[in-house]
């Protein structure tokens, strides 16, 4: 049978929320994750919270800025704690890029559900908050790139197209994309546990960064 890897403790969401607020973010997160953002009521969520539809309202203008608010959030701390596992890192470029494939892994598969809805549902947003959304994507991606380019410029990696930026870029995005797919696919079981998955998606990196 395969090995059952449980939903890791969420982050608390939204960032610097009451402890009101942090209950119908999970709510939402939860109901976002099984019906998605369209298919859920304001009465869904705060009836799921032991509340009357008004309430949300008191925290939130709306389900649709709930929704941004979530999305956001798991952005911008996702991004933060990123930098942090980087930093964290040897400074060799396998030991960041290792260290960032890992969380990245952690995040997609021990918080599924708080990335499947950031990675489904920010395409429903407005414009507006939809670019927002895009540009911390794109810093993300940016810190694996420049891991990429350092690997490169020490002769470490050799990644399709050359050691140009561009190269590295297309090559930091399939990582990426790679890892964040992981909540797509895991649903409520993985085939391997966490710890393996992890490992198993180091190597492809490395391989994929040619070292």
Excluded at 38 to 52: F, H, K, M, N, Q
Excluded at 97 to 114: C, E
Excluded at 146 to 161: K, M, N, S, T
Aim: glycine share 10%; charged share 20%.
């Amino acid at each position: 049978m395969p090995a059952e890897t449980p939903e890791q403790p969420r982050t608390r969401l939204p960032i610097g929320g009451t402890g009101l607020q942090n209950r119908i973010a999970d709510a939402a997160i939860e109901l976002f994750y099984t019906r998605g953002a369209l298919a859920t009521t304001v009465r869904d969520i705060t009836s799921a919270c032991g509340l009357t539809p008004g309430a949300l309202y008191n925290h939130f203008t709306s389900k649709e800025q709930l929704l941004y608010v979530l999305i956001r959030d798991i952005h911008l701390q996702a991004d933060a704690q990123l930098e942090a596992a980087i930093a964290g890192a040897a400074p060799d470029p396998a030991a960041r890029l290792t260290a960032a494939v890992s969380f990245l892994v952690a995040q997609a598969g021990g918080q599924r559900q708080q990335s499947r809805v950031a990675n489904r549902e920010f395409i429903t947003l407005t414009e507006a908050r939809r670019t927002e959304i895009t540009g911390i994507r794109r810093r993300m991606r940016g810190r694996l790139t420049e891991i990429l380019l350092d690997g490169g410029g020490q002769g470490l990696f050799a990644v399709p197209g050359g050691p140009d930026r561009t190269s590295a870029a297309l090559t930091a995005s399939v990582i990426g994309t790679i890892c964040a797919n992981i909540s797509e696919w895991t649903q409520e079981n993985y085939p391997i546990p966490l710890a393996e998955l992890q490992d198993r998606y180091v190597q492809m990196a490395l391989r994929l960064a040619g070292a």
